[in-house]
């Protein structure tokens, strides 16, 4: 409401890794370490937070547990704009997992 305009499609994405970091951050901190990037870094590969897409946590690869992708279909519809999301894509499901 405050900006007037629907959030974009990867903000839930950037607050869950916002989530994420801050962990990472207070690990280190209650951990007594130095706070810098290498720090955080290597705790934010133990990190596991409860998100608001589920959990988030990573694998020894540093690639997310979770595996899901999502699946959209983008298709034009004249009577929106070609960047309004909310009119050009549809949330088809969760791609299958091998």
């Known amino acids: 409401d405050t900006y007037k305009r629907p959030p974009d499609d990867y903000a839930v994405c950037g607050y869950d890794a916002t989530m994420a970091l801050i962990a990472a951050v207070k690990k280190v901190a209650d951990a007594r370490q130095t706070l810098d ?14 998100t608001l897409q589920g959990k988030l946590a990573f694998d020894a690869d540093g690639d997310l547990q979770s595996k899901v992708i999502s699946v959209f ?23 299958p997992q091998s």
């Open 73 to 95: 279909q983008a298709h034009h519809d004249p009577a929106y704009p070609l960047g309004d999301v909310n009119h050009q894509f549809q949330y088809v499901g969760v791609a």
């Open 37 to 50: 990037r290498q720090s955080v870094r290597a705790a934010l590969a133990g990190v596991s937070v409860d």
